[in-house]
């Protein structure tokens, strides 16, 4: 099994900053990606950002310019530093991963999610 363990929302004034971290444990072969979603009250879960084992990188167009998504592959942890917060960013945020148990079986995990709530 994989278990995400994140850390770092809390609340935050319009304009401040936070950085959110997730990291990954347990037995598995490989991941592949690691990301992050959020869901705001009333409305569906939409990602944030992800970064690939190879290298990509993708952003919601929403956070492009303010936010940034890490790897430390030794770590098995992600990270997100988000800079310029609004309003409109506040909502749980949830770390996910995804990769292979082994060669035959892949996961796909979720963390529980951590609250940004940032005040105007």
């Known amino acids: 099994q994989v278990q995400l363990v994140e850390s770092g929302g809390g609340l935050v004034q319009a304009g401040g900053s936070l950085r959110l971290s997730c990291a990954a444990s347990?037995?598995?072969?490989?991941?592949?990606?690691m990301g992050w979603y959020r869901q705001a009250l009333g409305k569906q879960r939409e990602l944030v950002a992800t970064?690939?084992?190879?290298?990509?990188?993708n952003y919601a167009d929403s956070v492009k310019g303010r936010f940034t998504v890490s790897r430390d592959n030794a770590k098995n942890t992600v990270y997100l530093q988000m800079n310029d917060l609004k309003p409109e960013d506040t909502a749980v945020y949830s770390c996910?991963?995804?990769?292979?148990?082994?060669?035959?079986?892949?996961?796909?995990?979720w963390g529980q999610g951590t609250q940004v709530t940032v005040s105007s």
């Open positions: 970064a690939i084992s190879d290298g990509r990188i």
């Open positions: 347990g037995t598995f072969f490989s991941i592949n990606a």
């Open positions: 996910n991963a995804r990769g292979r148990l082994s060669i035959w079986s892949q996961f796909d995990t």
